[in-house]
């Protein structure tokens, strides 16, 4: 008899992340295995009815189980041991009550609640990472490496991969820091390496769709925290001095002064840019109409776990890209599969050495297939389900 799982997501499904990297395998994966999903809602989502209802229903007509609970954010220590306490208590409920055999958690948070489950009722845990979370809290300038909540993170980390029965890392860079733990050295617990993949059906070549008149360099997403958006700036200046007819499409929710302001500061022409907003079905038909895209990431340790969903998402649409070395996987795929550059350093000399590089590439006339045989090899969502469901097997039954 094939062991119900329960998923833990302290990131809600009402949230675009959510709809995207959880529910999109787990409508895939629950075909074949009774699936209870419990996941943490923010209020002002929560409170959008129609969205609510409408997912709901998605959620039911996949034969999933849901059980949201409500996300609390302040104050953040006390709001977030609130959410582990009603975490436990409903995950334990459910492990009872439906003789559920796997505990699958997302992230770190979620995996406190998991690693208690394991010790009150003995199910097997899936520790699914996401990165490196508390040096990210670090990187990102939130703690203090010397600082008590670092400690106290990098102690639960330790016990997460101690007490998993398997670990899922979204990049192999990641494995092989975790090879030089101390703590794993001999006690390395099982790991499979899923990245974060993209819905390949959605994100696939449109043709005729680019302007024959401009290059056309495109950028998707946020502009601020992890992402080098001067970086970006300065790479199209480069663009412009070997393009002149080169546009620049930028397509964000909610940076636009920001991004104005950079792009200004970048003696940046306004005429030479266009800045949308847009739905999430509507980005792939913006893809369409790019020839290379660009995008910079800081690169901190802790991005050697990190796996930019929009990397599956410009290969899928035939994009080859521009981005740098120093984060997970990205750079040795760009690379070995011959679909994008990637810059050791963004000095003006490094960027248009890469600007210049990126141009040759995409004058190649096998590039956009490779482009989209990339994606299929290492961000297809069907093989990351397939990863998924290989775990869940392997583990078989707890109870």
Known sequence: ???????????????????????????????????????????????????????????????????????HKRPSAVATGWDIGIGVLVGLWLVLRHRIGIVHARSYVPAVMALALKRLAGVNFVFDMRGFWADERVDGGLWP??????????????????????????????VAEMQRFDYLQGRMPPVTVIPTCADLSRFAPIDGQRDPQHFTLGYVGSAGTWYLFDATVAAFRALQRLRPDARLLIVNRNEHALIRTKLQAGG??????????????????LMARMDAAVFFIKPVFSKQASAPTKLGEFLGCGIPCLANTGVGDMAAILRQDRVGIAVDAMDDASLQQGITDLLALCADPGVRERCVASAQAHFSLEEGVARYRAIYQSLGSAR
């Open 1 to 71: 008899m094939t062991s119900p799982l329960l998923y833990i997501s302290y990131d809600g499904m009402l949230e675009p992340l959510g709809q995207s990297q959880v529910l999109a395998y787990l409508e895939r994966l629950a075909a074949g295995r009774p699936i209870h999903l419990l996941s943490f809602e923010k209020p002002e989502d929560w409170a959008q009815r129609g969205a609510r209802d409408a997912l709901a229903a998605r959620i039911a007509g996949a034969g999933i189980h849901w059980h949201p609970r409500r996300y």
């Open 268 to 285: 940046i022409d306004p005429a030479t840019v266009e800045l949308l907003q847009a739905e999430p079905a509507a980005i792939p038909g």
């Open 145 to 174: 490496r010397d600082g008590r909540m670092y400690r106290v993170a990098k102690w639960f980390e330790r016990r997460f991969l101690l007490g998993a029965d398997h670990v899922v890392s979204l990049t192999h860079a990641a």
